[in-house]
């Protein structure tokens, strides 16, 4: 994302399109001039599982151990 672009960030869109930050014409347009990238994905897999001990409810400093 360039510095132009951040005005369109995911996050905050609605909100700039709420407060005048961008008008929803300029929205649209930055939409349709976005690269099509769908051919380009990769599919990976994953394996998740549960850790066997349970993770730390508080801050840890250095010197404390799992």
């Known amino acids: 994302m360039t ?3 951040s005005r369109f960030d995911k ?3 609605q909100k700039s399109l709420t407060n005048g930050g961008i ?3 300029e ?3 930055y939409l ?4 099509d ?3 380009e994905l990769d599919v990976c897999e994953a394996k ?3 850790l066997s001990k349970k993770l730390p409810t508080k801050v840890m400093d250095e ?3 799992l």
């Open 11 to 13: 996050r905050i869109i």
């Open 27 to 29: 929205y649209e347009r």
């Open 37 to 39: 990238l769908s051919g």
């Open 48 to 50: 998740l599982s549960r």
């Open 23 to 25: 008008t929803r014409k």
């Open 3 to 5: 510095i132009d672009d």
């Open 32 to 35: 349709g001039a976005l690269k």
């Open 63 to 65: 010197e404390d151990e």
